[in-house]
């Protein structure tokens, strides 16, 4: 079930207030449910992963996208590896 549309998009406020102030370097976020606004391109963003902050350099395309798509939380490490059994004949 998607956000209200007469709520509006939800944008952290402290983010918006980093960006208004006019920090330099990538802006440290927790916030990763945060939806990206047109105000947030062309920055960087720290987004946490719940282990580190991955860099997410934010261009127009990414606009109404959340932060937390573009920090995976998992690694995937691959399926079950086929081993290569040694049969010995008797």
Known sequence: M??????????DANLTKKIEKGVTGPIKA???????SPLFVSHTFSVYNGKKFI????TEDM??????EFAPTRTFKGHGR?????????
């Open 30 to 36: 927790y916030a990763r449910r945060s939806q990206i």
């Open 63 to 68: 606009v109404g996208h959340r932060l937390g």
């Open 55 to 58: 860099d997410v350099y934010v």
């Open 82 to 90: 086929v081993v290569k059994r040694v049969l010995e004949k008797t």
């Open 2 to 11: 998607s956000r209200s549309s007469k709520k509006g998009p939800y944008v």
